[in-house]
């Protein structure tokens, strides 16, 4: 019974043996590596597509032909890749897809032998560091998929050398830093479009710098679902980028969170702070404010890259090439100047791309003066008010500091108004017959002047406008008295304290 056993177990590890003999394992390096490949059994080759997707792989396979251009990795258990996992120069692979295999390790010379790539997808990996340099040989590469991974570190070099990449991945993962060398003006990626850092550890971001990003990076630059704390910079540049239709912001408006300050991390919507938290002031559109002989610059913003402009002026007038004001500058931009009232209006910019256009529209206001004018009308206004106030103190001093021109000892009860020099009589005397006699009852009447009381221009020269002694004027004055009193139509006289001068 044993030695039956044991043959039947020699047996078994025979035939293993001879299966493992007939596996053409690879050694490279003192390391295995995969089988060559396999079109009938485990891959699906259709002219240059091939694809191993979901074959539980752990190694690439070897043995691929040079005209592969497409390569399906995907949903495979693929943990390293090294540098030797092709040993032939695929030139025209383009795209390379290694998608969910818990790939943790990058070979700094993983991409050496397909410099061809343009499409590259490693997302949902366990990938934390991307080292420096790490795909400088991808000069040709348009997009680059790392979201859903494990991504904390970021070498600045790491995106150098990808002088095509138009779209780049990163959100999902553990970032706590913008990059900001792949945007900024001096060492940003010229062509790229589109930049996906959302869903990350990011707390604060150079808002200073994206706002001066032209439109068409601002409309592919995504950073919502991040931790960063809640200000009215924050608010400004998203509520502008939404009154530009940004897809950043307009796809993704109620994603844009921030966290309010305090111990419970409270999260709001970046575009409901102008209501109630922290009272924003709203971001409205600033319309071109210029003065009369000024120059004026004008800039065809649009979302999309290298489009033909042209400008359209007030009153839908194409800009000719020889205008006294307008001029086409180099970039779409349109300089008109000097300014004249007449410039005020709508400019319109048209541009037209391959498969996108856009209409911008540029209110432009010019004031009627020009920028030293405004000054000095400032200083009129002013001078003008100073010259008011002394006016209107001098006649205060004039109306209640004037000293008394009433002469000592005079009278000057209400009663008395014939004691005035300046005062005018008029009495009017019923009369019948000659002037001046009393007429009795019932008889016609006679109006004439008795006395108009005016002082003689003699008498002011002589008198250097003062008043003359109170005995002379009693004595000019008594007889027009008497007869005053004994009238019955006489009319009192009007006085006046304020001497006259004629």
Same mark, same amino acid.
């Given at each position: 019974?044993?030695?039956?056993?044991?043959?039947?177990?020699?047996?078994?590890?025979?035939?293993?043996?001879?299966?493992?003999?007939?596996?053409?394992?690879?050694?490279?390096?003192?390391?295995?590596?995969?089988?060559?490949?396999?079109?009938?059994?485990?891959?699906?080759?259709?002219?240059?597509?091939?694809?191993?997707?979901?074959?539980?792989?752990?190694?690439?396979?070897?043995?691929?032909?040079?005209?592969?251009?497409?390569?399906?990795?995907?949903?495979?258990?693929?943990?390293?890749?090294?540098?030797?996992?092709?040993?032939?120069?695929?030139?025209?692979?383009?795209?390379?897809?290694?998608?969910?295999?818990?790939?943790?390790?990058?070979?700094?010379?993983?991409?050496?032998?397909?410099?061809?790539?343009?499409?590259?997808?490693?997302?949902?990996?366990?990938?934390?560091?991307?080292?420096?340099?790490?795909?400088?040989?991808?000069?040709?590469?348009?997009?680059?998929?790392?979201?859903?991974?494990?991504?904390?570190?970021?070498?600045?070099?790491?995106? &150098?050398? =990808?002088?095509? /990449? !138009?779209? *780049?991945?990163? #959100?999902? @993962?553990? %970032?706590?830093?913008? +990059? $900001?060398?792949?945007?900024?003006?001096? &060492?940003? =990626?010229?062509? /790229? !479009?589109? *930049?996906?850092? #959302?869903? @990350?550890? %990011?707390?604060?971001? +150079? $808002?200073?710098?994206?706002?001066?990003?032209?439109a068409w990076i601002k409309n592919g630059l995504y950073?919502?679902?991040?931790?960063?704390?809640?200000?009215?910079? $924050?608010?400004?540049?998203?509520?502008?980028?939404?009154?530009?239709?940004?897809?950043?912001?307009?796809?993704?408006?109620?994603?844009?969170?921030?966290?309010?300050?305090?111990?419970?991390?409270?999260?709001?919507?970046?575009?409901?702070?102008?209501?109630?938290?922290?009272?924003?002031?709203?971001?409205?559109?600033?319309?071109?404010?210029?003065?009369?002989?000024?120059?004026?610059?004008?800039?065809?913003?649009?979302?999309?890259?290298?489009?033909?402009?042209?400008?359209?002026?007030?009153?839908?007038?194409?800009?000719?090439?020889?205008?006294?004001?307008?001029?086409?500058?180099?970039?779409?931009?349109?300089?008109?100047?000097?300014?004249?009232?007449?410039?005020?209006?709508?400019?319109?910019?048209?541009?037209?791309?391959?498969?996108?256009?856009?209409?911008?529209?540029?209110?432009?206001?010019?004031?009627?003066?020009?920028?030293?004018?405004?000054?000095?009308?400032?200083?009129?206004?002013?001078?003008?008010?100073?010259?008011?106030?002394?006016?209107?103190?001098?006649?205060?001093?004039?109306?209640?500091?004037?000293?008394?021109?009433?002469c000592p000892g005079q009278d000057l009860e209400k009663s008395d108004a014939e004691d005035?020099?300046?005062?005018?009589?008029?009495?009017?005397?019923?009369?019948?017959?000659?002037?001046?006699?009393?007429?009795?009852?019932?008889?016609?009447?006679?109006?004439?002047?008795?006395?108009?009381?005016?002082?003689?221009?003699?008498?002011?020269?002589?008198?250097?406008?003062?008043?003359?002694?109170?005995?002379?004027?009693?004595?000019?004055?008594?007889?027009?008295?008497?007869?005053?009193?004994?009238?019955?139509?006489?009319?009192?006289?009007?006085?006046?304290?304020?001497?006259?001068?004629?």
């Open positions: 019974m044993g030695s039956s056993l044991t043959a039947r177990s020699w047996r078994s590890l025979l035939r293993l043996a001879a299966l493992l003999s007939l596996l053409p394992l690879e050694r490279v390096g003192g390391q295995f590596l995969g089988s060559p490949l396999d079109c009938r059994n485990t891959c699906v080759c259709a002219s240059n597509i091939v694809s191993c997707s979901r074959k539980n792989m752990t190694n690439i396979p070897t043995a691929l032909p040079q005209y592969t251009a497409v390569l399906d990795l995907s949903y495979n258990a693929i943990a390293r890749l090294r540098a030797e996992w092709t040993s032939v120069r695929l030139s025209r692979l383009h795209t390379l897809l290694l998608s969910h295999n818990g790939l943790t390790f990058l070979s700094s010379e993983s991409f050496v032998y397909v410099t061809k790539l343009r499409y590259l997808d490693l997302s949902s990996n366990g990938l934390r560091i991307l080292d420096e340099l790490i795909f400088e040989p991808l000069e040709h590469l348009e997009v680059l998929l790392l979201y859903n991974n494990q991504i904390s570190q970021i070498d600045r070099t790491a995106f &150098s050398g =990808l002088n095509s /990449l !138009q779209r *780049l991945y990163l #959100s999902q @993962n553990q %970032i706590s830093r913008f +990059p $900001l060398e792949l945007v900024k003006e001096r &060492s940003r =990626l010229e062509t /790229l !479009q589109l *930049l996906d850092v #959302s869903s @990350n550890k %990011i707390k604060s971001l +150079p $808002l200073g710098e994206l706002q001066s990003l032209p950073f919502h679902r991040n931790p960063l704390p809640c200000s009215c910079e $924050l608010y400004d540049i998203v509520a502008r980028w939404k009154l530009k239709d940004m897809s950043s912001v307009t796809d993704y408006g109620s994603d844009h969170t921030c966290v309010l300050p305090g111990a419970q991390k409270e999260r709001m919507v970046v575009l409901d702070l102008n209501k109630v938290y922290m009272n924003c002031s709203e971001v409205s559109q600033v319309d071109e404010e210029s003065y009369l002989d000024q120059f004026l610059v004008l800039d065809c913003d649009t979302k999309r890259r290298n489009m033909k402009k042209s400008w359209v002026l007030p009153g839908n007038i194409p800009v000719p090439p020889r205008h006294k004001t307008a001029e086409m500058l180099p970039g779409g931009h349109l300089q008109i100047g000097p300014l004249k009232a007449e410039d005020t209006g709508v400019y319109t910019c048209y541009a037209v791309g391959e498969a996108y256009n856009e209409t911008l529209y540029v209110n432009v206001m010019v004031y009627n003066t020009t920028m030293s004018g405004g000054f000095e009308n400032l200083k009129t206004a002013y001078t003008t008010l100073v010259a008011c106030l002394i006016s209107v103190v001098m006649v205060l001093i004039y109306l209640y500091l004037t000293p008394c021109s009433c005035s020099v300046h005062s005018s009589k008029a009495s009017i005397a019923q009369g019948h017959g000659d002037t001046g006699k009393g007429l009795g009852e019932g008889e016609g009447r006679d109006f004439s002047y008795r006395h108009m009381g005016f002082p003689e221009i003699k008498d002011q020269l002589e008198q250097n406008g003062r008043l003359k002694p109170i005995g002379e004027e009693d004595e000019e004055w008594q007889e027009d008295s008497k007869e005053r009193r004994g009238s019955a139509g006489s009319v009192s006289s009007v006085c006046s304290d304020t001497p006259m001068v004629l």
